[in-house]
């Protein structure tokens, strides 16, 4: 759905350990899908891409998994680093003739060393 | 690659005063985006260009924000008069096509 951003969920694991991060869409028109990670003070920084005509895609330590059944997205890191450390957000392409992303809320990850 | 250039970094103003917000995109781009967060309504797409021409301005909150793109390397984001609301980070985002978008750092706007 729309941004809200009041609270954003927190995940919090420790180095070396794998992450998800999860995102509901709402779209079922949504053809193109992103993770973004936002460091504090920084811009969002594209991490990976998928289009709907796939379920999975990998990237460096990195994985994004689609599953359009239930309109879920899923973002897994692997060895999860401190510089990791960043909001993630997923935003979706409503395929509205438009060239228009919407964002999720986004995911706080913290990793401890 | 110098990626998304945007000034200033930081700006701090007075209600009612003029805030002028630039932006230079990724050489070779042919959209450019204008966002606004905030930690109440997240990212928000206020309007967008291709080409050099307006797009979707329906992000827009209201007629005291405009944006303009007078050449491929070059936009800005006037809010005239400024108010204590618009205080927010607001970045630029550009893309070669529809797809994938390369944000700047961003301008944090305080205006008191």
């Known amino acids: 759905g729309e941004s809200v951003g009041l609270h954003l969920p927190t995940l919090s694991v420790q180095e070396g350990d794998n992450s998800i991060i999860n995102c509901a869409y709402s779209?079922?028109?949504?053809?193109?899908f992103i993770w973004y990670k936002q460091e504090s003070g920084k811009g969002p920084q594209f991490i990976i891409d998928?289009?709907?005509?796939?379920d999975k895609r990998q990237g460096q330590r990195v994985t994004v998994l689609l599953n359009k059944t239930v309109k879920h997205l899923s973002l897994q890191i692997a060895a999860t680093q401190p510089g990791d450390s960043a909001v993630y957000f997923c935003?979706?392409?409503?395929?509205?003739?438009?060239?228009?992303?919407?964002f999720g809320t986004g995911t706080r990850l913290l990793v401890s060393p | 690659d110098a990626g998304v250039i945007q000034s200033p970094r930081h700006e701090v103003t007075e209600m009612g005063q003029e805030v002028t917000l630039r932006c230079k995109p990724i050489?070779?781009?042919?959209?450019l985006f204008w966002y606004r967060q905030t930690m109440m309504r997240g990212l928000e797409l206020l309007i967008y260009?291709?080409?050099?021409?307006?797009?979707?301005d329906s992000g827009m909150p209201e007629d005291r924000f405009s944006a303009k793109m007078p050449n491929a390397s070059f936009s800005t984001l006037k809010i005239q008069p400024s108010e204590p609301r618009d205080s927010a980070v607001y970045f630029c985002?550009?893309?070669?096509?529809?797809?994938?978008?390369?944000f700047g750092p961003g301008t944090r706007l305080t205006v008191l």
């Open positions: 935003a979706e392409n409503r395929n509205t003739g438009f060239q228009k992303l919407v």
């Open positions: 260009f291709n080409n050099n021409v307006p797009i979707d």
């Open positions: 985002a550009s893309s070669r096509s529809a797809d994938t978008q390369y």
């Open positions: 779209n079922s028109a949504s053809d193109y």
């Open positions: 998928i289009r709907s005509n796939m």
């Open positions: 050489s070779g781009h042919d959209y």
